[in-house]
């Protein structure tokens, strides 16, 4: 069973100062790699699938890069709306298991 | 517009099974490649792959949950019913339905999920 690891756990960012996440598969999934967003009470939001590609509706600040056992989602200049719980999940294989997280806090 | 709506116990006992449903619109899961999954989330902590159903009523499980759980479907009624027995406090958790991309395992549509808690 693949093993998904982001880092770092919590990432304390000013607004409008970038902000790098990182995801590592302890095997290689290709690019099919997901990112979600998750606010408090709410349910995670698709934000990147395929690794990079933004999903409908999601802002041009988010970019996802990487491919095979690591990858990065950045965040170009942090809006208030963007401090949340980022999660990242490979779907190349069964199981598709999510990432610990990374928490993205206000500095 | 694609919707998506858990319903079920809020709390449940020890060792008593589990039975949820979603409900959903603006898809058929009688089309081919259409899937409906369960994913659960304990308070505080990651997000957890349960089940998949697929519209050929082919099924996928958590390796280590597979023994506890059922998936199926209701097409004409537009539901998928997840059951888990033997129930524990470790059980505990926001359960979501969700609608995955295709035939894939990653999900543009969720559900609001609802939070169940295993106690006596």
């Known amino acids: 069973e693949i093993v998904m690891t982001q880092s770092p756990a919590t990432l304390s960012v000013s607004p409008g100062e970038r902000a790098t996440l990182s995801c590592r598969a302890s095997q290689s999934v290709s690019s099919n790699l997901a990112w979600y967003q998750q606010k408090p009470g709410q349910a995670p939001r698709l934000l990147i699938y395929?690794?990079?590609t933004r999903a409908t509706g999601i802002p041009a600040r988010f970019s996802g890069s990487g491919s095979g056992t690591e990858f990065t989602l950045t965040i170009s200049s942090l809006q208030s709306e963007d401090f949340a719980v980022y999660y990242c999940q490979q779907y190349n294989n069964w199981p598709p298991p999510f990432g610990q997280g990374t928490k993205l806090e206000i500095k | 517009q694609i919707t998506l709506k858990e319903s079920g116990p809020t709390l449940v006992k020890p060792t008593q099974t589990l039975t949820l449903t979603c409900t959903f619109s603006g898809f058929s899961l009688s089309t081919s490649g259409v899937g409906v999954g369960w994913i659960r989330q304990p308070p505080g902590k990651a997000l957890e792959w349960l089940a998949l159903?697929?519209?050929?009523?082919?099924?996928r499980y958590s390796p280590s949950l597979k023994s506890r759980l059922t998936i199926t479907k209701d097409t004409s009624k537009n539901q998928v019913v997840l059951t888990m027995t033997n129930m524990d406090p470790v059980d505990t958790a926001t359960y979501y339905c969700?609608?995955?991309?295709?035939?894939?395992?990653?999900?543009?549509?969720w559900g609001q999920g609802t939070l169940v808690t295993v106690s006596s």
């Open positions: 159903i697929y519209w050929d009523d082919d099924k």
């Open positions: 969700a609608h995955p991309v295709g035939a894939s395992y990653y999900f543009d549509y």
């Open positions: 395929g690794a990079s």
